[in-house]
């Protein structure tokens, strides 16, 4: 069966810091992948989608990037942390574009 | 946007109760899905819905949809304290190969 796991599950970073948040998925292959930020009490905003190794589409500008250097690996990362990137970041993955997606337990950030 | 729009933002009931909680969006779609979300936690897959059906049904789940109000309702019968969660609306657009998500309703079951 398919597992995604990301890590690590809460994070308290300053202004300034940079951010690695990794998600890897076991089970399946050439997963489409995803980054949603969902900010508290709010629905989730797509950051970055991804259809393969190296494939990136950014849905919203900001000081985010991500990568995907294996298959079924997905990383997101900041070089400087901003307060306003504080949130719950989860991230997905589905079979078929438009399809189900599974998502991650999420990962807490807080920036100070 | 086509993001949906989750109608009411906040239910609460009795357990055995039904709970229903609407969806619209704005532009045409292939598929609506509701997902589950318990505090703190990633978000579950519930139902998919294809724009040419108009209902499915899934355990204790009623989902139907109306493409010419653009508009979606998810039914949970006999509701239990375990129901408690955020319950979310996402569409993938026609076109699109994504999908947008509302802003979910917070259901509450008391014992």
């Known amino acids: 069966s398919q597992t995604i796991h990301q890590w690590p599950a809460t994070l308290v970073q300053p202004v300034g810091s940079p951010l690695s948040l990794e998600c890897t998925v076991e089970?399946?292959?050439?997963?489409?992948l995803y980054w949603y930020r969902q900010a508290a009490g709010r629905g989730l905003q797509l950051l970055f989608y991804?259809?393969?190794?190296?494939?990136i589409s950014s849905e919203v500008p900001q000081n985010l990037s991500a990568s995907r250097p294996q298959d079924r690996q997905f990383i997101l990362s900041s070089k400087k942390l901003l307060l306003s990137d504080s949130g719950f970041y989860l991230c997905?993955?589905?079979?078929?574009?438009?399809?189900?997606?599974?998502f991650g337990p999420g990962t807490r950030l807080t920036v100070l | 946007s086509q993001q949906g729009e989750e109608d009411p933002q906040a239910l609460s009931i009795q357990e055995g109760e039904n709970a229903t909680m609407n969806c619209s969006y704005k532009t045409s779609i292939n598929n609506l899905q509701w997902y589950r979300q318990n505090s703190g936690r990633g978000l579950v897959h519930l139902i998919l819905?294809?724009?040419?059906?108009r209902e499915k049904h899934s355990g204790r789940l009623r989902v139907t949809l109306d493409t010419s109000k653009k508009s979606s309702s998810l039914l949970i019968t006999a509701s239990r304290a375990a129901d408690t969660a955020s319950y979310f609306c996402a569409t993938e657009g026609s076109g699109y190969s994504t999908l947008t998500f509302g802003k979910g309703t917070m259901l509450l079951v008391s014992p």
């Open positions: 089970g399946t292959s050439n997963p489409n």
């Open positions: 997905a993955w589905s079979g078929l574009a438009g399809r189900e997606q599974f």
């Open positions: 991804s259809v393969g190794i190296g494939q």
């Open positions: 819905i294809r724009s040419n059906e």
